[in-house]
């Protein structure tokens, strides 16, 4: 299965900004706020490319844009998603 396709199980999809960058991005309530998740390779520039690369994690508020969360370094994507089945 494709990369693509297991983060959709998740619920999360590709996102593209204007100025190029590229993660995945699922929306959610997050303490009472429309928020979504964010989750990019370590240089946060770019989609992980592998199950085993290492990834950044973000919560950041809908409205605003301001981070609910600060950035969570995981050191796989892997490692985050076994965190979402727990």
């Given at each position: 299965m494709?990369?693509?396709?297991?983060?959709e199980?998740y619920?999360f999809?590709?996102?593209t900004?204007?100025?190029?960058?590229?993660?995945y991005?699922?929306?959610?309530v997050?303490?009472g706020?429309?928020a979504?998740i964010?989750?990019?390779?370590?240089?946060e520039l770019h989609?992980?490319e592998?199950?085993?690369?290492?990834v950044?994690?973000?919560i950041?508020?809908?409205?605003?844009?301001?981070?609910?969360?600060?950035p969570?370094?995981f050191?796989?994507l892997?490692?985050?998603?076994?965190?979402?089945?727990?």
């Amino acid at each position: 299965m494709e990369l693509d396709q297991i983060l959709e199980t998740y619920g999360f999809e590709t996102s593209t900004s204007c100025s190029g960058f590229e993660w995945y991005v699922k929306g959610i309530v997050y303490e009472g706020s429309d928020a979504f998740i964010t989750i990019t390779a370590d240089d946060e520039l770019h989609l992980p490319e592998s199950m085993d690369e290492p990834v950044v994690v973000s919560i950041t508020d809908r409205d605003s844009g301001n981070e609910l969360q600060s950035p969570q370094r995981f050191e796989s994507l892997k490692s985050y998603l076994d965190t979402l089945n727990s």
